[in-house]
Nanobody, 125 residues
Framework: QVQLVESGGGLVQPGGSLRLSCAAS????????IGWFRQAPGKEREGVSC????????YYADSVKGRFTISRDNAKNTVYLQMNSLKPEDTAVYYC??????????????????WGQGTQVTVFS
């Protein structure tokens, strides 16, 4: 079965860190661009970051640039999102997503078709 499974969310205080994982089953991630998205209650879904399949180019939304880092471990068939200096406004459900046509460049990211179930990140003071 082709699917993505996120993990690593949780509760953290402002300034803290979390590392989210996106594990794939049924296919190998190294052939795909992978994106991280988030959605907070009452807000639109936001593209946070992505990593390309061709040269591992990365994109970051302005809201997370300098604080979040996306990476992939092909041996583990997993993509990570390291989140540092977390802020209350980072609170959201985080999803990873992909598909064969997913656009990811250093300047922009599209909206893919295969999504994980999401993992909750809550930053509280």
């Amino acid at each position: 079965q082709v699917q993505l499974v996120e993990s690593g969310g949780g509760l953290v205080q402002p300034g803290g860190s979390l590392r989210l994982s996106c594990a794939a089953s049924g296919f190998t991630l190294d052939s795909y661009a992978i994106g991280w998205f988030r959605q907070a209650p009452g807000k639109e879904r936001e593209g946070v970051s992505c990593i390309s399949s061709s040269d591992d180019s990365t994109y970051y939304a302005d809201s997370v640039k300098g604080r979040f880092t996306i990476s992939r471990d092909n041996a583990k068939n997993t993509v990570y999102l390291q989140m540092n200096s977390l802020k209350p406004e980072d609170t959201a459900v985080y999803y990873c997503a992909t598909d064969p046509e997913f656009l990811c460049t250093a300047q922009a990211m599209g909206v893919p078709g295969l999504w994980g179930q999401g993992t909750q990140v809550t930053v509280f003071s």
